[in-house]
């Protein structure tokens, strides 16, 4: 008689179990290719538990008529480690980042807000300041330990339009030798408050520039003591 059973993967220690398909009789399972005593006997065999891959061996019997060579079978043993990362990782509120933005190396990548337990976060779950966890599953064994990563969503500026600021004026004086020459030193940093609308001046830094190219040439190098000729 033939005999058939398909290979079994193991994620982690853990006992394995075959299901035999014989044309005929009874299906014997054994630690060996030929000789011994059988393990068990039936069409399902279920292992003692496993920390490497083993082999075993089945036969048929019909009426004293044995499957010859034996049959091997062989439960793989898989250990999937966490997947790498680097962490903190940051991104800016205006680009609306997801959890797919989050970078990590690894094989079939799956993120989480808990270090263990609970369900994947879907890949379009928006980002907010904390920690996330990130596993990955290699042969169908999902990785037991997931890496941390620090993620961090900075706040986007949402700044007063020009026509909204209060202007800064400075009267004329003589400190360029002149009170009537239309020069005067202007420390335009004083609206930087205003500026940010209630936004803490300390999550940002704020650049001047002579014109709205933005260009580094014509950044104000020092903007609490700008010259302007009115």
């Known amino acids: 008689p033939t005999v058939s059973a398909s290979d079994v993967i193991v994620c982690g220690v853990g006992s394995a179990t075959f299901n035999a398909t014989a044309s005929a009789g009874a299906v014997l399972w054994y630690a060996t290719p030929a000789l011994g005593?059988?393990?068990?006997?039936?069409?399902?065999?279920?292992?003692?538990?496993?920390s490497s891959s083993t082999t075993y061996y089945m036969e048929a019997i019909d009426n004293g008529c044995a499957t010859s060579p034996r049959v091997p079978v062989t439960a793989t043993v898989v250990y999937t480690?966490?997947?790498t990362s680097t962490s903190p990782q940051s991104f800016c509120e205006n680009s609306s980042p997801k959890v797919?933005?989050?970078?990590?190396?690894?094989?079939?990548?799956?993120?989480?807000?808990?270090?263990?337990?609970?369900?994947?976060?879907?890949?379009?779950?928006?980002?907010?300041?904390?920690?996330?966890?990130?596993?990955?599953?290699?042969?169908?064994?999902?990785?037991?330990?997931?890496?941390?990563?620090?993620?961090v969503v900075y706040e986007s500026p949402k700044p007063?339009?020009?026509?909204?600021?209060?202007?800064?004026?400075?009267?004329?004086?003589?400190?360029?030798?002149s009170g009537v020459n239309g020069f005067s030193t202007f420390d335009i940093t004083l609206n930087d408050l205003d500026i940010l609308?209630?936004?803490?001046?300390?999550?940002f830094s704020i650049a001047y520039f002579w014109q709205d190219d933005f260009s580094a040439a014509r950044?104000?190098?020092?903007?609490t003591n700008v010259q302007i000729n009115q």
């Open 37 to 50: 005593s059988p393990l068990a006997t039936g069409s399902s065999f279920t292992t003692s538990v496993l």
């Open 81 to 83: 480690s966490a997947p």
């Open 100 to 151: 797919e933005n989050i970078t990590s190396i690894g094989d079939n990548i799956k993120w989480y807000a808990n270090a263990t337990g609970g369900n994947p976060l879907a890949t379009n779950t928006g980002l907010t300041s904390g920690t996330y966890f990130v596993s990955q599953t290699i042969s169908g064994c999902e990785s037991p330990a997931r890496t941390p990563v620090d993620v």
């Open 160 to 177: 007063k339009s020009a026509a909204e600021l209060f202007p800064i004026s400075v009267c004329d004086d003589e400190l360029d030798g």
């Open 197 to 203: 609308n209630g936004q803490a001046a300390s999550d």
């Open 219 to 223: 950044e104000i190098a020092n903007p």
